[in-house]
Nanobody
Framework: QVHLAESGGGLVQAGGSLRLSCAAS????????MGWFRRTPGKEREFLAY????????YYADSLKGRFTISRDNSKNTLYLQMDSLKPEDTAVYYC????????????????WGQGTQVTVSS
Protein backbone atom coordinates (compact mmCIF):
# COMPACT_ATOMS: atom_id res chain seq x y z
CA GLN A 1 0.00 0.00 0.00
CA VAL A 2 1.14 3.53 -0.83
CA HIS A 3 -0.26 6.72 0.63
CA LEU A 4 0.05 9.86 -1.51
CA ALA A 5 -0.54 13.43 -0.37
CA GLU A 6 -0.49 16.37 -2.76
CA SER A 7 0.26 19.91 -1.65
CA GLY A 8 1.22 23.25 -3.12
CA GLY A 9 -2.01 24.17 -4.81
CA GLY A 10 -3.64 27.55 -4.41
CA LEU A 11 -4.73 30.71 -6.17
CA VAL A 12 -2.38 32.27 -8.71
CA GLN A 13 -2.72 34.91 -11.39
CA ALA A 14 -2.49 34.02 -15.05
CA GLY A 15 1.14 33.89 -16.14
CA GLY A 16 2.29 32.85 -12.70
CA SER A 17 3.88 29.65 -11.45
CA LEU A 18 3.22 26.99 -8.86
CA ARG A 19 5.10 23.90 -7.76
CA LEU A 20 3.03 20.97 -6.60
CA SER A 21 4.44 18.29 -4.37
CA CYS A 22 3.32 14.71 -3.81
CA ALA A 23 4.64 13.07 -0.66
CA ALA A 24 4.62 9.29 -0.64
CA SER A 25 4.65 6.90 2.27
CA UNK A 26 4.31 3.15 2.58
CA UNK A 27 6.02 0.95 0.01
CA UNK A 28 9.27 2.07 -1.54
CA UNK A 29 8.58 5.21 -3.54
CA UNK A 30 11.64 4.70 -5.70
CA UNK A 31 10.16 1.49 -7.07
CA UNK A 32 7.24 3.25 -8.76
CA UNK A 33 6.91 5.22 -11.93
CA MET A 34 4.59 8.15 -11.21
CA GLY A 35 2.15 10.41 -12.96
CA TRP A 36 0.26 13.66 -12.59
CA PHE A 37 -3.34 14.14 -13.69
CA ARG A 38 -5.94 16.84 -13.26
CA ARG A 39 -9.70 17.02 -13.26
CA THR A 40 -12.08 19.87 -13.92
CA PRO A 41 -15.78 19.66 -13.00
CA GLY A 42 -17.76 17.52 -15.37
CA LYS A 43 -14.72 16.09 -17.11
CA GLU A 44 -12.62 12.95 -16.84
CA ARG A 45 -9.19 13.05 -15.30
CA GLU A 46 -6.67 14.37 -17.81
CA PHE A 47 -3.14 13.00 -18.10
CA LEU A 48 -0.41 15.60 -17.64
CA ALA A 49 2.98 13.98 -17.08
CA TYR A 50 4.74 10.71 -16.31
CA UNK A 51 8.19 9.99 -14.90
CA UNK A 52 10.10 6.71 -14.66
CA UNK A 53 10.98 5.29 -11.25
CA UNK A 54 14.58 6.42 -11.65
CA UNK A 55 13.53 9.84 -12.90
CA UNK A 56 15.60 9.52 -16.05
CA UNK A 57 12.73 9.85 -18.52
CA UNK A 58 9.56 11.93 -18.55
CA TYR A 59 6.62 12.20 -20.90
CA TYR A 60 4.03 14.94 -21.17
CA ALA A 61 0.64 15.65 -22.63
CA ASP A 62 1.05 17.48 -25.92
CA SER A 63 -1.41 20.14 -24.77
CA LEU A 64 0.99 21.40 -22.10
CA LYS A 65 3.47 22.65 -24.71
CA GLY A 66 6.42 22.65 -22.36
CA ARG A 67 4.84 24.68 -19.56
CA PHE A 68 4.94 21.90 -16.94
CA THR A 69 7.90 19.88 -15.65
CA ILE A 70 7.69 16.66 -13.66
CA SER A 71 10.51 15.62 -11.38
CA ARG A 72 11.14 13.47 -8.32
CA ASP A 73 13.45 13.18 -5.37
CA ASN A 74 13.58 9.56 -4.31
CA SER A 75 15.63 10.42 -1.22
CA LYS A 76 12.68 12.51 -0.03
CA ASN A 77 9.94 10.20 -1.34
CA THR A 78 8.50 13.19 -3.17
CA LEU A 79 7.19 13.87 -6.66
CA TYR A 80 6.95 17.39 -8.07
CA LEU A 81 5.14 19.25 -10.81
CA GLN A 82 6.50 22.65 -11.73
CA MET A 83 3.84 24.65 -13.52
CA ASP A 84 4.78 27.83 -15.37
CA SER A 85 2.89 30.32 -17.54
CA LEU A 86 -0.35 29.24 -15.92
CA LYS A 87 -3.62 29.94 -17.68
CA PRO A 88 -7.19 30.14 -16.37
CA GLU A 89 -7.92 26.86 -18.17
CA ASP A 90 -5.34 25.16 -15.92
CA THR A 91 -7.79 25.57 -13.04
CA ALA A 92 -8.46 22.06 -11.76
CA VAL A 93 -7.83 19.58 -8.99
CA TYR A 94 -4.40 18.03 -9.48
CA TYR A 95 -3.62 14.43 -8.57
CA CYS A 96 -0.52 12.31 -8.35
CA UNK A 97 -0.63 8.56 -8.81
CA UNK A 98 1.55 5.46 -8.90
CA UNK A 99 1.86 3.72 -12.25
CA UNK A 100 0.91 0.07 -12.28
CA UNK A 101 0.71 -1.27 -15.82
CA UNK A 102 -0.34 -0.33 -19.32
CA UNK A 103 -0.15 2.97 -21.16
CA UNK A 104 1.22 5.80 -19.05
CA UNK A 105 -1.37 8.27 -20.39
CA UNK A 106 -4.35 6.15 -19.29
CA UNK A 107 -5.95 6.81 -15.92
CA UNK A 108 -6.62 3.09 -15.55
CA UNK A 109 -2.89 2.32 -15.62
CA UNK A 110 -2.47 3.84 -12.16
CA UNK A 111 -3.43 2.21 -8.90
CA UNK A 112 -2.79 4.49 -5.92
CA TRP A 113 -4.04 8.09 -5.98
CA GLY A 114 -3.75 11.09 -3.71
CA GLN A 115 -6.71 13.19 -2.61
CA GLY A 116 -5.79 16.02 -4.94
CA THR A 117 -4.90 19.67 -4.53
CA GLN A 118 -6.89 22.56 -5.97
CA VAL A 119 -5.21 24.97 -8.36
CA THR A 120 -7.10 28.10 -9.35
CA VAL A 121 -5.73 30.48 -11.96
CA SER A 122 -7.34 33.90 -12.14
CA SER A 123 -7.41 35.99 -15.29
Amino acid sequence: QVHLAESGGGLVQAGGSLRLSCAASGRSFSGYAMGWFRRTPGKEREFLAYITFQGDRAYYADSLKGRFTISRDNSKNTLYLQMDSLKPEDTAVYYCATFFSGHYYHEGSYDYWGQGTQVTVSS
